[in-house]
């Protein structure tokens, strides 16, 4: 009986595994790549400059001039949201300094519109994620602690890439972090070397129950 002659040499089984895994590798290797981009600072878009439609420098109005985060964020201590100001909150101080600054000419023709300065958002939590700014700033946590040193920055820019595992490490460790209520807007405040010893003391006087904070629900509802 004759046999049929082969169609593949007797090295193609060998060459189709080869093909197979080296293809295997590549899909890992770009899903890899895939997950370490979406995960970098560049996509969280940490550490960099959020051009706005006003200049305004945080380093000037924080830093030099000293003002408090609640005379433009007037919500933070009472709402889920730090409130952005109004352009009559801004007019306020601008009638009388720097008022015919070219700098300061959009405040002026959106008081002439009625049209509000458009604000670009510079922390954009997902939908699925709750996130109260006055139970945080109630109960002893600093603006620092998230937004970084925001008196230093001449263009605000984001300061953490605010992943879920950073949030519970502060959810889990809270006494690493927290401070007296009175110095909470406080941008100059250091933890002092007994910060432990101070944040168990504080977590009892605010009534912090630690065991419920890294409960799903906090976050997610």
């Not at 002659?5 to 890899?32: D, H």
Request: charged content about 15%.
């Amino acid at each position: 009986m004759a046999t049929r002659p082969q169609i593949f040499r007797p090295g193609t089984n060998t060459l189709a595994r080869v093909s197979i895994f080296v293809g295997a590798l590549i899909v890992v290797e770009i899903l890899l790549i895939l997950i370490v981009f979406f995960r970098s600072n560049y996509w969280r878009q940490v550490h960099i400059a959020i051009d706005q439609p006003v200049n305004f420098s945080h380093q000037i109005h924080a830093g030099v001039v000293g003002m408090d985060c609640r005379y433009c964020h007037t919500s933070v201590a009472q709402s889920s949201f730090a409130s952005i100001p109004p352009t009559e909150t801004c007019v306020t101080c601008h009638t009388q300094v720097k008022q015919n600054s070219p700098l300061v000419q959009p405040i002026w023709k959106s008081l002439e519109t009625g049209k509000p300065i458009e604000w670009v958002k510079v922390h954009d939590l997902p939908a699925f994620v709750y996130f109260n700014h006055s139970i945080h700033v109630n109960k002893g946590f600093g603006c620092t602690e998230c937004h970084g040193r925001v008196n230093e920055m001449p263009v605000v820019w984001q300061e953490q890439a605010l992943f879920m595992g950073w949030c519970l490490n502060c959810h889990r460790n809270p006494e690493k972090y927290i401070r007296p209520v009175e110095e909470v807007y406080n941008m100059e405040w250091v933890r002092p070397p007994n910060q432990i010893a101070l944040g168990q003391k504080l977590l009892q006087e605010y009534n912090i129950d630690v065991n419920r904070l890294s409960n799903c629900y906090i976050c997610h509802r």
